[in-house]
């Protein structure tokens, strides 16, 4: 069995650290005093100038400021000493801040030793990336409005044209001229029509009479009984009935045969008007047409030209509106190095380290003890 007696109590611990206690007292003050002669004699204060920006609809893109750049621009237009400030030294004390509320504002901050220099880089760079977005929207704006001035011109030279030809159609006075054409044409194809149709009609009211003439003609004795002569026999005279029948069928006759010359006529001349009805009709169609055409196009180009310089208008007027919330106040306390809060903080890492030595140096000083029990 094995027993080990190696326990200290609570008042050893205070024991040894009151036998120290001015070492540790002296640590303690050697510390603080040590950071508070840093912090407030030795350290470089850096102050921090802030100012916002707000830039409607898009975050404010980080990467132009940080630019080397722009950067450079802003180191020349200050005249800084080249020396001190180079892009890239200026880049490390500047801090873009995207606002967590609206993605539109953003917070810019400038760390600088001199407090004034850092609020003359903030309002320097923030001018000038206002006027760098407002110059850059311009120019998109710019060349979107002359491609719809583009666009315009080509459809206002298109909807001159179109208005030219409407107009040189409608003062040659081809539509009514063809209008006049084709009523005179119909009118006498119609008539020719008629004609035909009435006389066909005639023609087999004239067959049909004919027939019906030949019939009794040929049940009509051409002659029939006169009076006796002297020697007292029967004489034979005409027949009224069947000279007046042939009178009547030659008259027929004659009407059919002047009819068929003048069907025949017809049936020669119809097809001609038809053909020039047809082609003056397909013409006038057409021409109308064309004009339907040509006021659909102005109508749609006018629109088009409506709608273009709407759009222009719109663009015009949306240039965003880049603007500072409030310009950089010049910082009267430094952010860093904290004087009050180094001193604390060193006076109690002092105490904390000089606790550490002063048990590190009792427990190397104090007899070892080796208890063994068997």
């Given amino acids: 069995m094995t027993s ?6 609570l008042r050893a611990y205070i024991d040894v650290l009151w036998r120290w206690r001015w070492f540790l007292v002296v640590v303690v003050l050697v510390a ?4 508070g002669i840093l912090s407030f004699f030795v350290l470089t ?11 409607p609809k898009d975050p404010l893109p980080a990467e132009i400021i940080l630019s080397p750049s722009f950067l450079q621009r802003i180191i020349e237009e200050l005249d800084l000493p080249e020396d001190k400030y180079t892009p890239f030294t200026l880049n490390e004390s500047i801090t873009v801040e995207p606002s967590k509320a609206s993605s539109s504002l953003t917070t810019l901050k400038v760390q600088n030793s001199d407090p004034n220099l850092a609020t003359s880089i903030a309002d320097t760079i923030a001018k000038d990336f206002l006027a760098f977005v407002r110059d850059k929207n311009i120019e998109a704006i710019s060349s979107s409005v002359s491609y719809l001035q583009a666009q315009k011109a080509t459809a206002s030279s ?3 044209k179109q208005r030219s030809e409407r107009d040189a159609i409608r003062q040659s006075g081809r539509v009514e001229a063809l209008q006049r054409e084709g009523d005179r044409l119909w009118s006498r194809v119609s008539d020719y029509r008629s004609q035909l149709s009435s006389g066909q ?3 087999n009211e004239l067959l049909k009479g004919m027939a019906e003439l030949e019939g009794l003609i040929a049940v009509t004795p051409e002659k029939v009984d006169g009076p006796p002569d002297w020697s007292g026999h029967v004489t034979k005279i005409p027949n009224e009935t069947y000279q007046r029948y042939e009178q009547s069928l030659g008259f027929k006759k004659v009407e059919l045969s002047e009819l068929k010359v003048r069907l025949e006529e017809i049936k020669a001349l119809l097809p001609t008007f038809e053909s020039e009805y047809a082609d003056a009709y397909s013409r006038l169609v057409s021409l109308q047409r064309t004009l339907q055409d040509l006021d659909t196009n102005i109508g749609e180009l006018t629109a088009q030209i409506s709608t273009l310089e709407s759009r222009m208008n719109q663009l015009s007027m949306s240039l965003p509106q880049t603007s500072l919330v409030g310009q950089a106040i010049t910082p009267e306390n430094p952010i860093r190095p904290r004087k009050l809060l180094n001193t604390a903080v060193a006076s109690v890492l002092g105490g904390f380290v000089s606790v550490f030595a002063v048990f590190f140096i009792e427990y190397w000083r104090s007899p070892r003890k080796d208890a063994k029990a068997y």
């Fill in 4 to 9: 080990y007696s190696d326990e200290i109590d």
């Fill in 32 to 35: 603080g005093l040590t950071a």
């Fill in 45 to 55: 204060p850096v102050y921090e100038a802030s100012v916002q920006i707000m830039v």
């Fill in 158 to 160: 298109q909807l001159a």
């Fill in 201 to 203: 009609v005639r023609e």
